[in-house]
């Protein structure tokens, strides 16, 4: 079932110069990175770039917001109480977003009832817009 479209975007920290040639991911099984990268224009791709591995969201987040590199992070996902602005110079890249469940020749009230509201707060989620900045936030 089609729930929306995630903007990936490059986020980098606004109060650290960073490493701009160091890209944090969960896993070296994650190639949203790769991903990205190989969507954006050659004149936008970084000539020589590593990858270093946090092993969860929050830890990326964090990282990022120390310097310690940059990140490919869809938008929505994003907090606006963390210190990282959106590095504007790269080209925002959507992927569409699903809810897989398991064939069933019946789906009971309370399936039915679960899958209707994912439908609607992830597809509301998805189609807000980013908030304005303001003061210090991205």
Do not use: C
Not at 35 to 64: N, T
């Amino acid at each position: 079932m089609p729930l929306g479209h995630e903007e990936f975007v490059i986020v980098e920290s606004r109060d650290h110069g960073g490493r701009r040639d160091v890209f944090l991911d969960v896993s070296a099984g994650d190639n949203t990175t790769e991903w990205f990268l190989a969507a954006q224009p050659a004149r936008l791709r970084p000539r020589r770039w590593s990858r270093s591995f946090m092993h969860d969201e929050p830890g990326i987040l964090l990282g990022v917001e120390l310097g310690l590199g940059r990140a490919v992070k869809p938008r929505h996902t994003v907090p606006y109480t963390v210190a990282v602005r959106v590095d504007p110079s790269f080209v925002p890249i959507t992927k569409p977003v699903f809810l897989h469940y398991r064939r069933q020749r019946y789906y009971g009230r309370l399936h039915q009832a679960i899958g209707s509201r994912l439908e609607a707060a992830v597809g509301e989620r998805l189609a807000r817009r980013p908030r304005p900045r303001r003061g210090n936030r991205p």
